[in-house]
């Protein structure tokens, strides 16, 4: 019994033999897609449980024959765009993309009317006052 859970062992150790090559690709798509609950890291810096998940598919989908376009593919169409980290400019991302410039350009404008509002107009002087303060200058 235990040379044949050793055996096991053995054959699950090689199972998990770490292959560079695929190592370097799981890591590159990991860096394209976003984490789904940390959604500000890619699942290669992520730690949540999903991550791992993710990663986890990616390599079983790698070692099973599908190129780095099919996993990414088979990633949109199961979670949408939002999982990819730098999702394409289309109509559906179309706020995403310019949102940021609509937000800041908004800003500026609002800025702009506020400090143009606040401007406090020049006194105007009596020629009694112009007097006076020409008589307290000299």
Known sequence: ??????????????????????????????????????????????NAPLAVDLRNQIREQLQGGASE????????????DFVLYRPPFKATTLALWLGPF?????????LYRRIRRRRLPEPQLTEAERARAAQLLE
């Open 1 to 46: 019994m235990r040379a044949s859970l050793l055996v096991l062992a053995l054959l699950a150790g090689a199972a998990w033999a770490q292959d560079p090559v695929l190592d370097k690709r799981v890591a590159g798509l990991a860096q394209e897609l976003r984490c789904l609950v940390c959604q500000n890291q890619t699942i290669a810096d992520s």
């Open 69 to 80: 376009r099919d996993v990414i593919d088979y990633m949109v169409a199961r979670y949408g």
């Open 102 to 110: 609509a937000l800041l350009a908004l800003g500026a404008l609002l």
